[in-house]
């Protein structure tokens, strides 16, 4: 286990970070920032977290932890390297995509089909879960864009799908059943 007994080390002053592999980067590099988002997403989910109980609080700790290993994931390159590595390098497998996969399946079926587009809100959960999608969403959009240049686990772009799919479905499901969606109303201000 690493122990932090520092957290400030002064090697990030000029602007650069250390990947996984050692190799020092721009701390705005595209995967820094898609690295960077995924913390955030965990962030949100932490705030979540305050309003969630029982199953839904031990399944968005499960996430987290799963997001420390996107995480983790991401910021190590080279993934053809991995044996050279001396030790194995952590990668998003696809039992943690299937895993989201039935979990969305079994909370879909307590719910209602939507018959409308539903806005962001509802109950405080519901609207954090919501805010956490949306960032899901930025960090898969920069995932995907980092895969465009170097290559990335397609198992974590896979996760950060379902994760955004996960967390709409667990946002109607903390709006009591989809009962308290709100609903858009298309064109209601004109």
Not at 10 to 33: C, F, I
Not at 51 to 61: M, S, V
Not at 74 to 92: Q, V
Not at 144 to 159: F, M, P, T
């Amino acid at each position: 286990m690493v122990v932090l007994n520092r957290i400030y080390t002064r090697t990030g002053d000029a602007g650069e970070t250390a990947l996984g592999n050692g190799v020092r980067v721009a701390k705005h590099s595209p995967r820094v920032t898609a690295y960077g988002t995924v913390d955030e997403v965990n962030a949100t989910l932490g705030l979540a977290r305050l309003y969630a109980e029982g199953e839904t609080d031990a399944a968005l700790e499960r996430i987290q932890n799963d997001l420390f290993d996107l995480g983790a994931d991401l910021c190590r390159p080279d993934m053809e390297k991995d044996a050279e590595a001396g030790y194995p390098p952590l990668r998003i497998a696809p039992a943690q995509v299937e895993r989201l996969e039935a979990e969305i399946d079994a909370m879909n079926a307590h719910l209602e089909p939507l018959r409308s587009f539903i806005l962001p809100g509802g109950s405080a959960l519901a609207a954090h879960l919501h805010l956490c999608r949306t960032v899901a969403r930025r960090a898969e959009r920069l995932v995907v864009e980092l895969a465009a240049l170097e290559k990335v686990n397609g198992a974590a772009i896979r996760y950060l799908n379902r994760l955004s799919d996960w967390l709409f479905v667990a946002a109607r499901m903390a709006n009591d059943g989809g009962k308290a969606d709100v609903l858009w109303i298309p064109g209601a201000n004109r």
